[in-house]
């Protein structure tokens, strides 16, 4: 069989819908690559879920319902039951242009170093707003450097190897949240890794997103993984039963106003980055209402109104400052 035939198995962990659903899984089934298996785990057994994947009659759908078992062990089942020659992963309620299979693949094979790759993707705001391309680091090279610092692959892009994802045995079930990154850092350790410089995939930015829901435990879990990682390159026992005190800690419950002020403020970084100042200054002035003690919020309109020569000389100043006091400021 040609590589270009191979058999892709897409793993989606999905406990609810939102109205996306249906269609999130027919740019799965559209893809121009069409050997794939689309592995659908119904965390906790959801009869909304069940409904709408019923709504379907497409033979390469698997759906395993399931307890209530959380995204990462529903990740583990959908690798388990996978048969192909690659593992693509893909959100409930996100979107795959129609050549994301096709063209991840060809890169693979003609970048056989490579074992795993994601893409740039495109973003839009809840209400319908364009938030523009998210670009990541593309080479090996820049992904290592910058994989502590930043985020360097959108989850629900990527695509890999079957193989070398159980060789370092899939997501580690102790990472309730940031599974992916722990993933990602265990990953470069033993093999090369990419993204493609197109946006293959898009998604919609929401307030209800465990990133800004559940802010405070992703990082503490990412910060778990970031240590574990030293922990390995250091030779010395990972620090993994930390996991137990984060998954019993109580999170304080974040305020509606604080989640939304969370939201608005990406929406604005997002199109900040992609040169649309007057409509950043509208998402950070929202979040700047609904939680007015936030200092990043201020920053970001000044850098807004003032001439990109001069924001660029203050965005230096900026990030050398954050470096320099290890200020945790986005």
Not at 6 to 11: D, E, K, T, Y
Not at 98 to 105: A, E
Not at 187 to 214: H, T
Not at 277 to 296: C, D, N, T, V
């Amino acid at each position: 069989m040609n590589e270009s035939d191979s058999l892709v198995s897409v793993i989606l962990g999905v406990n609810r819908d939102d109205g996306t659903l249906l269609e999130s899984i027919k740019s799965v089934l559209s893809q121009t690559h069409n050997n794939l298996e689309l592995i659908i785990v119904n965390d906790g057994s959801s009869q909304e879920v069940s409904r709408t994947v019923g709504k379907i009659s497409d033979d390469r759908i698997i759906l395993i319902n399931s307890n209530k078992i959380g995204l990462t062990a529903a990740l583990n089942i959908a690798l388990k039951e996978s048969k192909g020659i690659y593992i693509a992963r893909h959100d409930a309620g996100d979107f795959s242009s129609k050549n994301r299979f096709y063209s991840q693949i060809e890169f693979l094979k003609n970048n056989p170093n490579i074992s795993m790759c994601g893409s740039w993707i495109k973003e839009s705001s809840l209400s319908g707003v364009d938030l523009g391309i998210t670009p990541f680091p593309s080479s090996h090279a820049e992904i290592h450097d910058k994989i502590l610092y930043t985020n360097v692959f959108c989850h629900g892009s990527i695509m890999a190897k079957k193989d070398d994802i159980i060789n370092i045995n899939g997501y580690r079930e102790e990472f309730k949240n940031s599974q992916d990154y722990d993933l990602w850092l265990r990953f470069i350790e033993l093999y090369k890794v990419a993204n493609i410089e197109k946006p293959l995939y898009r998604r919609v930015i929401s307030p209800d997103s465990i990133s800004f829901v559940n802010k405070k435990k992703q990082k503490e879990y990412a910060d778990l993984a970031r240590n574990c990682y030293s922990a390995r390159k250091a030779k010395t026992k990972e620090p993994l039963h930390i996991y137990k005190d984060i998954s019993r800690e109580q999170s304080k419950a974040i305020t509606q106003k604080k989640i939304y002020s969370s939201y608005k403020f990406y929406c604005g970084r997002r199109l900040y980055s992609n040169g649309k100042m007057r409509l950043a200054r509208k998402y950070f002035l929202s979040s700047l209402i609904f939680h007015p003690f936030a200092l990043k919020n201020i920053i970001y309109i000044f850098f807004t109104l003032v001439p990109k020569y001069l924001r660029s000389l203050f965005e230096k100043i900026w990030y050398k400052s954050k470096v320099k006091y290890n200020l945790k400021i986005d």
